[in-house]
T-cell receptor
Framework: RKEVEQDPGPFNVPEGATVAFNCTYS??????FFWYRQDCRKEPKLLMSVYSSGNEDGRFTAQLNRASQYISLLIRDSKLSDSATYLCVVNPFPGNTGKLIFGQGTTLQVKP | SQTIHQWPATLVQPVGSPLSLECTVEGTSNPNLYWYRQAAGRGLQLLFY??????ISSEVPQNLSASRPQDRQFILSSKKLLLSDSGFYLC????????????FGQGTRLTVV
Protein backbone atom coordinates (compact mmCIF):
# COMPACT_ATOMS: atom_id res chain seq x y z
CA ARG A 1 0.00 0.00 0.00
CA LYS A 2 1.31 3.45 -0.88
CA GLU A 3 2.04 5.81 1.99
CA VAL A 4 -0.24 8.47 0.53
CA GLU A 5 -2.91 7.79 -2.07
CA GLN A 6 -5.18 10.05 -4.07
CA ASP A 7 -7.66 9.53 -6.85
CA PRO A 8 -5.82 11.06 -9.83
CA GLY A 9 -9.04 12.10 -11.57
CA PRO A 10 -9.39 14.15 -13.66
CA PHE A 11 -12.41 15.78 -12.09
CA ASN A 12 -14.26 17.81 -14.71
CA VAL A 13 -16.80 20.16 -13.16
CA PRO A 14 -18.77 23.23 -14.27
CA GLU A 15 -18.17 26.62 -12.76
CA GLY A 16 -20.01 27.03 -9.48
CA ALA A 17 -19.93 23.34 -8.64
CA THR A 18 -18.80 21.89 -5.34
CA VAL A 19 -16.10 19.25 -5.58
CA ALA A 20 -14.39 17.11 -2.95
CA PHE A 21 -11.11 15.23 -2.99
CA ASN A 22 -10.00 12.54 -0.60
CA CYS A 23 -6.55 11.36 0.31
CA THR A 24 -5.68 8.28 2.39
CA TYR A 25 -2.48 7.68 4.33
CA SER A 26 -1.08 4.42 5.61
CA UNK A 27 0.83 5.42 8.75
CA UNK A 28 -1.55 5.95 11.67
CA UNK A 29 1.19 7.86 13.52
CA UNK A 30 1.26 10.62 10.91
CA UNK A 31 1.06 14.07 12.47
CA UNK A 32 1.14 16.77 9.81
CA PHE A 33 -1.12 17.14 6.81
CA PHE A 34 -1.28 19.67 4.02
CA TRP A 35 -2.94 20.39 0.71
CA TYR A 36 -0.82 21.89 -2.04
CA ARG A 37 -1.82 23.23 -5.42
CA GLN A 38 0.32 22.73 -8.53
CA ASP A 39 -0.30 24.54 -11.78
CA CYS A 40 0.92 23.03 -15.03
CA ARG A 41 4.72 22.97 -15.23
CA LYS A 42 5.09 24.96 -12.02
CA GLU A 43 6.26 24.20 -8.51
CA PRO A 44 3.69 23.18 -5.87
CA LYS A 45 2.45 25.86 -3.50
CA LEU A 46 0.74 25.49 -0.16
CA LEU A 47 -3.02 25.76 -0.32
CA MET A 48 -3.74 25.03 3.31
CA SER A 49 -2.66 23.02 6.31
CA VAL A 50 -5.08 20.47 7.71
CA TYR A 51 -5.82 20.63 11.42
CA SER A 52 -7.45 18.01 13.58
CA SER A 53 -10.54 20.13 14.10
CA GLY A 54 -10.87 20.91 10.40
CA ASN A 55 -10.29 24.31 8.91
CA GLU A 56 -11.74 26.62 6.32
CA ASP A 57 -10.24 29.28 4.11
CA GLY A 58 -12.82 31.04 1.99
CA ARG A 59 -14.25 28.51 -0.46
CA PHE A 60 -11.86 25.79 0.69
CA THR A 61 -12.45 23.42 3.60
CA ALA A 62 -10.01 20.78 4.79
CA GLN A 63 -10.85 17.96 7.16
CA LEU A 64 -8.94 15.18 8.87
CA ASN A 65 -10.38 11.81 9.83
CA ARG A 66 -7.80 10.01 11.94
CA ALA A 67 -9.95 6.95 12.57
CA SER A 68 -10.22 6.24 8.85
CA GLN A 69 -6.83 7.76 8.01
CA TYR A 70 -7.90 10.19 5.37
CA ILE A 71 -7.97 13.89 4.72
CA SER A 72 -10.33 15.74 2.45
CA LEU A 73 -10.50 18.99 0.55
CA LEU A 74 -13.81 20.58 -0.36
CA ILE A 75 -14.00 23.39 -2.90
CA ARG A 76 -17.24 25.32 -3.09
CA ASP A 77 -18.39 27.55 -5.93
CA SER A 78 -15.60 26.39 -8.26
CA LYS A 79 -13.88 29.01 -10.39
CA LEU A 80 -12.08 28.56 -13.67
CA SER A 81 -8.92 29.59 -11.83
CA ASP A 82 -9.26 26.57 -9.52
CA SER A 83 -8.18 24.32 -12.40
CA ALA A 84 -4.96 22.71 -11.22
CA THR A 85 -3.58 19.57 -9.61
CA TYR A 86 -4.17 19.26 -5.88
CA LEU A 87 -1.55 17.38 -3.89
CA CYS A 88 -2.06 15.78 -0.52
CA VAL A 89 1.03 15.86 1.73
CA VAL A 90 1.75 13.89 4.87
CA ASN A 91 4.54 13.82 7.43
CA PRO A 92 4.29 10.07 8.02
CA PHE A 93 6.08 9.81 11.34
CA PRO A 94 5.64 11.35 14.78
CA GLY A 95 8.06 14.11 15.57
CA ASN A 96 10.31 15.74 13.03
CA THR A 97 12.16 13.12 11.05
CA GLY A 98 12.00 15.57 8.16
CA LYS A 99 10.17 13.33 5.75
CA LEU A 100 7.29 14.73 3.68
CA ILE A 101 5.39 12.43 1.35
CA PHE A 102 3.23 13.67 -1.51
CA GLY A 103 0.31 11.91 -3.07
CA GLN A 104 0.23 11.62 -6.83
CA GLY A 105 -2.22 14.51 -7.09
CA THR A 106 -5.81 14.98 -8.20
CA THR A 107 -6.41 16.99 -11.34
CA LEU A 108 -9.33 19.40 -11.39
CA GLN A 109 -10.63 21.00 -14.55
CA VAL A 110 -13.32 23.63 -14.09
CA LYS A 111 -15.24 24.39 -17.26
CA PRO A 112 -17.39 27.41 -18.16
CA SER B 1 12.09 36.95 4.18
CA GLN B 2 13.14 33.50 3.08
CA THR B 3 13.85 32.62 -0.52
CA ILE B 4 14.96 29.51 -2.33
CA HIS B 5 17.03 29.49 -5.48
CA GLN B 6 17.27 26.54 -7.80
CA TRP B 7 19.12 26.39 -11.08
CA PRO B 8 19.20 25.86 -13.96
CA ALA B 9 15.55 26.06 -14.95
CA THR B 10 15.98 23.82 -17.97
CA LEU B 11 18.68 21.32 -18.85
CA VAL B 12 19.22 18.93 -21.74
CA GLN B 13 21.95 16.38 -21.14
CA PRO B 14 23.16 13.34 -23.11
CA VAL B 15 22.98 9.86 -21.64
CA GLY B 16 26.09 9.06 -19.64
CA SER B 17 26.93 12.66 -18.82
CA PRO B 18 27.25 13.91 -15.23
CA LEU B 19 24.69 16.07 -13.46
CA SER B 20 24.86 18.69 -10.77
CA LEU B 21 21.82 20.65 -9.64
CA GLU B 22 22.17 23.21 -6.92
CA CYS B 23 19.70 24.68 -4.50
CA THR B 24 20.31 27.42 -1.95
CA VAL B 25 18.08 28.93 0.70
CA GLU B 26 18.32 32.43 2.11
CA GLY B 27 16.86 33.98 5.21
CA THR B 28 16.70 30.96 7.48
CA SER B 29 19.05 28.69 9.40
CA ASN B 30 19.22 24.92 9.69
CA PRO B 31 16.30 24.22 7.35
CA ASN B 32 15.18 20.75 6.36
CA LEU B 33 16.03 20.38 2.68
CA TYR B 34 14.44 18.11 0.08
CA TRP B 35 14.91 16.89 -3.47
CA TYR B 36 11.84 15.61 -5.29
CA ARG B 37 11.42 14.36 -8.83
CA GLN B 38 8.23 14.51 -10.85
CA ALA B 39 7.99 12.45 -14.01
CA ALA B 40 5.67 13.72 -16.73
CA GLY B 41 2.06 13.43 -15.58
CA ARG B 42 3.04 11.86 -12.28
CA GLY B 43 3.26 12.79 -8.62
CA LEU B 44 6.26 13.99 -6.62
CA GLN B 45 8.71 11.30 -5.64
CA LEU B 46 10.87 12.06 -2.62
CA LEU B 47 14.51 11.40 -3.55
CA PHE B 48 16.53 12.78 -0.65
CA TYR B 49 16.03 14.84 2.46
CA UNK B 50 18.39 16.39 4.95
CA UNK B 51 17.86 17.67 8.47
CA UNK B 52 21.38 19.08 8.84
CA UNK B 53 24.81 19.56 7.28
CA UNK B 54 26.21 16.28 6.06
CA UNK B 55 23.02 14.38 6.96
CA ILE B 56 21.37 12.84 3.92
CA SER B 57 18.50 10.37 3.89
CA SER B 58 17.93 8.54 0.64
CA GLU B 59 14.45 7.35 -0.17
CA VAL B 60 14.89 5.52 -3.43
CA PRO B 61 17.96 3.57 -4.57
CA GLN B 62 18.91 4.99 -7.91
CA ASN B 63 21.45 6.66 -10.06
CA LEU B 64 21.52 9.87 -8.04
CA SER B 65 23.22 11.20 -4.91
CA ALA B 66 22.82 14.29 -2.76
CA SER B 67 25.11 16.35 -0.61
CA ARG B 68 24.73 19.22 1.82
CA PRO B 69 28.12 20.90 2.08
CA GLN B 70 26.73 24.00 3.79
CA ASP B 71 23.74 24.69 5.98
CA ARG B 72 21.64 26.22 3.21
CA GLN B 73 23.03 24.45 0.17
CA PHE B 74 21.72 21.19 -1.24
CA ILE B 75 23.19 19.53 -4.31
CA LEU B 76 21.83 16.72 -6.43
CA SER B 77 24.34 14.81 -8.53
CA SER B 78 24.78 11.94 -10.88
CA LYS B 79 27.95 10.51 -12.36
CA LYS B 80 26.21 9.09 -15.44
CA LEU B 81 22.70 10.06 -16.45
CA LEU B 82 20.16 7.54 -17.71
CA LEU B 83 17.17 8.24 -19.94
CA SER B 84 14.95 7.42 -16.97
CA ASP B 85 16.47 10.34 -15.03
CA SER B 86 14.45 12.77 -17.13
CA GLY B 87 11.90 14.72 -15.14
CA PHE B 88 11.08 17.84 -13.19
CA TYR B 89 13.41 18.17 -10.20
CA LEU B 90 12.23 20.23 -7.30
CA CYS B 91 14.15 21.45 -4.28
CA UNK B 92 12.24 22.41 -1.16
CA UNK B 93 13.00 23.72 2.32
CA UNK B 94 11.11 23.61 5.55
CA UNK B 95 11.63 25.02 9.03
CA UNK B 96 12.23 22.37 11.66
CA UNK B 97 8.93 21.66 13.38
CA UNK B 98 5.92 19.43 13.37
CA UNK B 99 3.38 21.35 11.35
CA UNK B 100 5.57 23.50 9.18
CA UNK B 101 4.98 23.72 5.45
CA UNK B 102 7.53 23.18 2.70
CA UNK B 103 8.48 25.86 0.19
CA PHE B 104 9.62 24.92 -3.29
CA GLY B 105 12.10 26.30 -5.74
CA GLN B 106 10.96 26.83 -9.30
CA GLY B 107 12.33 23.49 -10.40
CA THR B 108 14.70 22.17 -13.05
CA ARG B 109 13.26 20.46 -16.08
CA LEU B 110 15.83 17.83 -17.06
CA THR B 111 15.70 16.00 -20.37
CA VAL B 112 18.20 13.22 -20.92
CA VAL B 113 18.69 12.46 -24.61
Amino acid sequence: RKEVEQDPGPFNVPEGATVAFNCTYSNSASQSFFWYRQDCRKEPKLLMSVYSSGNEDGRFTAQLNRASQYISLLIRDSKLSDSATYLCVVNPFPGNTGKLIFGQGTTLQVKP
Amino acid sequence: SQTIHQWPATLVQPVGSPLSLECTVEGTSNPNLYWYRQAAGRGLQLLFYSVGIGQISSEVPQNLSASRPQDRQFILSSKKLLLSDSGFYLCAWRVWGLNTEAFFGQGTRLTVV
